[in-house]
T-cell receptor, first 111, second 111 residues
Framework: DAKTTQPPSMDCAEGRAANLPCNHS???????VYWYRQIHSQGPQYIIH???NNETNEMASLIITEDRKSSTLILPHATLRDTAVYYC????????????FGSGTQLTVLP | DGGITQSPKYLFRKEGQNVTLSCEQN?????MYWYRQDPGQGLRLIYY???????QKGDIAEGYSVSREKKESFPLTVTSAQKNPTAFYLC??????????FGPGTRLLVL
């Protein structure tokens, strides 16, 4: 699976959009971009994933650049409960093995 | 409610003792996984199972054992051979080997 690079930490004001970047310059054509988050002392939570098109669900939007070498997770209206470590993971379709979690980005939503 | 449950939330192990962590899911998922997370670190795969009565070692299987006698259950035993068992243990399941859904975790401490 391709390696990802994320900033170690970010702050965001409550009610504003949180934009979390991820670089994955060595991504292959069959690899998806996944985002998970982990609130302190809880299990990780799936947020969204995509291959090449932008995706949106009830939690977030995922914007993938045309060359697929980077992506941005957008939380449109961040709340205090969105404070967590956010992980960007690149993974081939059909891979039965583990998710490889890097260090992630610690997002702190400030009141 | 569908989901993954792990028990206990906290577990204490004495020297030389084997302990078993429970993981149950009612999501009808075929694949199940066990990860270990150390403070400030990402997740590392211990074992995974794609189907009942079959499982494979992950990256750090030494000192651990699993069984998969039922689709709903994937217990993890931390044996006395695991010399540094203190960690946060996470169980996950997946229906399509793409998106993984995590339980709340068990924190194992050594007395």
């Amino acid at each position: 699976d391709a390696k990802t690079t994320q900033p170690p930490s970010m702050d965001c004001a409550e009610g504003r959009a949180a934009n979390l970047p991820c670089n994955h310059s060595t991504i292959s054509g069959n690899e998806y971009v996944y985002w998970y988050r982990q609130i302190h002392s809880q299990g990780p939570q799936y947020i969204i994933h995509g291959l090449k098109n932008n995706e949106t669900n009830e939690m977030a939007s995922l914007i993938i650049t045309e060359d697929r070498k980077s992506s941005t997770l957008i939380l449109p209206h961040a709340t205090l409960r969105d404070t967590a470590v956010y992980y960007c993971i690149v993974r081939a379709s059909g891979s039965a093995r583990q998710l490889t979690f890097g260090s992630g980005t610690q997002l702190t939503v400030l009141p | 409610d569908g989901g993954i449950t792990q028990s206990p939330k906290y577990l204490f192990r004495k020297e030389g003792q084997n302990v078993t962590l429970s993981c149950e899911q009612n999501l009808n998922h075929d694949a199940m996984y066990w990860y270990r997370q150390d403070p400030g670190q990402g997740l590392r795969l211990i074992y995974y199972s794609q189907i009942v009565n079959d499982f494979q070692k992950g990256d750090i299987a030494e000192g651990y054992s699993v069984s998969r006698e039922k689709k709903e259950s994937f217990p993890l035993t931390v044996t006395s051979a695991q010399k540094n068992p203190t960690a946060f243990y996470l169980c996950a399941s997946s229906i399509d080997m793409e998106t993984q859904y995590f339980g709340p975790g068990t924190r194992l401490l050594v007395l």
